[in-house]
């Protein structure tokens, strides 16, 4: 049995959030809370299996509560919010950076109760599995280290100098993903000049802002990529998102949206972007796949090996969820196996120095 603390201020969305779990005997709800502070309390002394927390809530808001468990209480926490405003929904962003798992919206007209009730029932029992890790954001913020404080330079390992600079970077991830990609990008120094294309599992409504959101975190442009846009050239530093339910291939130099098929029950799929960026750019680029659930990126990573690319998978210690990099090393596709720390310097090495590391696992 999953057992799972709701936290939610609305009393009306709290009891429709109780019921819907209590519509399967596979959950049993130990504890319900109604503002922050209760919700991190409750945790700790029941220690349940997933925290489903709003993020506007009094005493402590979500992100505050993200922080203050993960710190003390790791435990395995969805994001339930219906704010559609920019500074709840960056909050929502902060709050996955600090180690909350996943968000789902609230209940809206689009979907019928029934539906967003089997939905979130589903979407709990995925996050139930997820072996989450220790995150120092409360931690650090008890001690008076802001939020945003900046993160240093990474300082370049030592690269083999015959091989040739790589000119575009790709990059893919699912569950943990828009903390691991925030960690890659702040590491990276202002003046990175190779473009960076990202697909990252996150649906309506919360895709398009995540462009935004790291917009505000790092030192260069982010947007979400447009049909038909000119892919950047080196020496232009820019990161380039899939939008929800758009592909996103490369063809020639040019970056195209496509609403195909989704590939492994995903739109955008990494698999989609990598092996076009394998097909168009061969040994000019590298592709890293991050954490996620699933095996969405390997074969992708696959076709970039194959094309004579840089291929890194995340390592399975710094994961949130070890599914699609586990998959891609049991095809023979990572090249390099890396923790996410090493990552950053990895691609500056690469982009800018001419070759890999000398460090890394290899395959």
């Known amino acids: 049995m999953i057992r799972v603390l709701v936290v939610e201020d609305s009393l009306t969305v709290r009891k429709h959030l109780v019921e819907a779990l209590r519509g399967d005997p596979a959950f049993d709800v130990v504890g319900e809370a109604a503002d922050g502070k209760e919700a991190v309390d409750l945790c700790a002394r029941l220690r349940p299996d997933v925290v489903t927390c709003d993020m506007a809530m009094p005493v402590m808001d979500g992100v505050q509560v993200v922080e203050e468990i993960m710190a003390y209480c790791p435990t395995p926490i969805l994001i339930v919010s219906a704010s559609l405003n920019r500074r709840d929904l960056f909050n929502t962003f902060d709050a996955l950076a600090a180690g909350a798992v996943d968000v789902l919206d609230k209940p809206g007209e689009e979907t019928t109760p029934e539906d967003w009730a089997a939905r979130f029932r589903s979407t709990v029992r995925l996050v139930s599995r997820i072996k989450v890790i220790t995150h120092l954001h409360g931690r650090l913020r008890a001690r008076g280290v802001p939020r945003t404080a ?28 828009p903390g691991a990609i925030l960690s890659i990008l702040s590491q990276l120094p202002p003046r990175f000049a190779v473009p ?8 309506e409504p919360f895709g398009a802002p995540f462009a935004d ?12 990529a447009r049909d038909r846009q000119p892919l950047p050239r080196p020496g232009e530093a820019s990161v380039i998102i899939a939008p929800p339910e758009r592909h996103l291939e490369l063809r020639g130099s040019v970056l195209h949206l496509s609403p195909e098929p989704p590939r492994h029950f995903c739109r955008p799929s990494v698999d989609v972007l990598f092996e076009s960026v394998a097909r168009e750019m061969g040994p000019r680029a590298v592709a890293c796949l991050l954490t996620g659930m699933g095996r969405d ?17 995340q390592d399975e210690a710094s994961c949130v969820v070890f599914g699609m990099p586990q998959a891609a090393i049991s095809l023979g596709a990572a090249q390099h196996v890396l923790p996410l720390a090493e990552i950053a310097p990895f691609l500056v090495a690469v982009t800018s120095s001419g070759g890999p590391p000398a460090r890394g696992e290899e395959s």
Do not use: M
């Open 297 to 313: 990126g390997a074969a992708g990573l696959l076709e970039v090996r194959l094309a004579g690319g840089t291929t890194v998978a």
């Open 213 to 224: 959101w790291l917009d505000s975190q790092v030192p260069f442009p982010v947007a979400c």
């Open 196 to 203: 960076i294309l990202v697909v990252v599992h996150i649906g």
């Open 150 to 177: 900046a993160r240093p330079a990474a300082e370049p390992p030592r690269v083999e100098p015959e091989h040739k600079p790589c000119d575009l970077v790709a990059i893919g991830a699912s569950t943990g993903g």
